[in-house]
């Protein structure tokens, strides 16, 4: 059973591990880390700051997901918008020697209950690069839709330009899933 728990420091080796080559590295958000290969240390300072404290106080929340086998992904959330309703998650990844096996979708789906119960958000968004399609279905198997309000923007990925595509579950989207799993 998988379940989430704060990030530590020692979760970084994981998360270095499972970035194994410079394509996952982008598709991540390795962009906003720096050069690949990535290591340990440049996590935990964009995580805890340089004196190895908290980067963004309350604002910033990394989480592992892990079960009887030890880690099994990672995500960020983070407040946007200075009103504490919406959430934004990104920098997800999951154990490349498990990935296909459904624990990206159980890890958003814990993800989401926790952001809507805990942190009583009002939505979600995620962006996902265009061509990332197996993010992208997963994102879309936990309930994210297209979000028809924003505008597009592109990165680029390894010399080709992408379009991010945005998402959002919005409360009353995730309360409507809830009662349809009985929950």
Sequence with gaps: M?????YKKCDAQSVVRWINDERIFQLWGGERFGKFPIDADVINEKYFGSNGDCAEEDNFFPVT???EQGAAGHFIMRYTGGDNKALR????????SRR???IGREMLTLGIEYAFEIYKAEFVTIGVFENNAPAY????AVGFRENEDAE???EDVLGERVRIAELIIKREEYAEMKAKRGV
């Design 100 to 102: 296909g096996r459904g």
């Design 89 to 96: 998650f990104g920098w997800v990844i999951t154990d490349s």
């Design 137 to 140: 279905r997963c994102y879309k």
């Design 2 to 6: 998988l379940r989430l728990r704060q």
């Design 65 to 67: 997901a892990f079960d």
């Design 152 to 154: 597009d923007y592109y």
